[in-house]
């Protein structure tokens, strides 16, 4: 199944990286990544569509638990 990831960042050096290889190690495989950065210039709010079989939530409360990540909501792709 396809969710919709909805994600406010802190904009330091390995987020990214940090939030796509918690994506991976969790069984979700990235399909479509796109981002920006907040007019306030210390965030970024990334959008990422991701495909996997297992429970959404354990996605959500992995990201959840990093630092760079400030807030997270999941939704399922129509």
């Known amino acids: 199944m396809r969710y ?8 330091v050096e390995g987020a990214l990286v940090r939030v796509l290889g ?3 190690r969790r ?5 479509r990544v796109d981002g920006e950065t907040r007019t306030d210039g210390d965030r970024w709010h990334l ?3 991701v ?3 297992r429970e959404p939530e354990t996605l959500t409360h ?5 630092y760079d990540c400030l807030a997270v909501d ?3 792709c129509a």
């Open 62 to 66: 992995q990201l959840e638990k990093l």
């Open 74 to 76: 999941m939704q399922p």
């Open 27 to 31: 069984g979700f495989i990235p399909v």
């Open 47 to 49: 959008r990422m569509t």
């Open 4 to 11: 919709r990831l909805d994600l406010t960042l802190r904009q």
């Open 51 to 53: 495909e996997g079989d």
């Open 22 to 24: 918690t994506t991976e």
